[in-house]
């Protein structure tokens, strides 16, 4: 395994001798045990590579990955990391992303039932795009945005269900009944009243 990380370690410094380098990780939550180890070798020598890495992982997730969890710390540790948290788009940066997938400017109220229905999640976005295309509900017979389209005509593509299950199927039955309480009362309740809906005890 040494003889491994060692090989590899070199190859990047030879690949880097002329120029630098960029190397992009993406998913990093789903990476395996390998792949951290072959990380956590790279970052104890990358102050002799010209290399910079840039690895995308969802911070939910660490959790469910002790390992990769372990790898940022260790390269937190050695003043090799850089943290830069994504946040939602802006709605001007959603116009943008929309007109991208649509290839044209979309007019102010389809950018807004797709902004509120996403809240800016850019995979959402996505999702919700392709998934009133698919739909017809996104363009009349004319071939121009569909001025009647509105939150309720949205729903939710296959695999958003797919993803939200998974998230969902990791969590305890306890725990999913309290979000479908909350799914029904609402994004702004009072605690007294949420926990009365949710017929649980306060803890």
Known sequence: VVRLLNSSSGLLARAGSNTPMLLLLDDLHWGDEGSFSLLDYISRSIAK????????????????????????????????????????????????????LSGR???????EVIYSGSEG?????????HHLAERGKLVDSSGEFN?????????????????????????SDQTRKLLETAAVVGRSSTFAMFAASADSNED
Do not use: W
Not at 150 to 158: F, Q, R, T, Y
């Open 49 to 100: 590579i010209p290399l910079v890495v840039v690895g995308t992982y969802r911070n939910t997730k660490l959790d469910h990955s002790p390992k990769l969890a372990a790898t940022l710390d260790s390269c937190t540790r050695l003043h090799v990391l850089q943290p830069l948290y994504l946040g939602s788009l802006s709605p001007a940066a959603a116009a943008e992303m929309i007109a991208d």
């Open 105 to 111: 400017e979309p007019p102010n109220h389809v950018l």
């Open 121 to 129: 999640n850019p995979f959402f976005i996505e999702e919700l795009f």
């Open 147 to 171: 001025r009647d389209l509105n939150l309720h005509d949205i729903g939710a593509s296959e695999s958003l269900k797919l993803v939200i299950g998974q998230r969902l199927a990791r969590l």
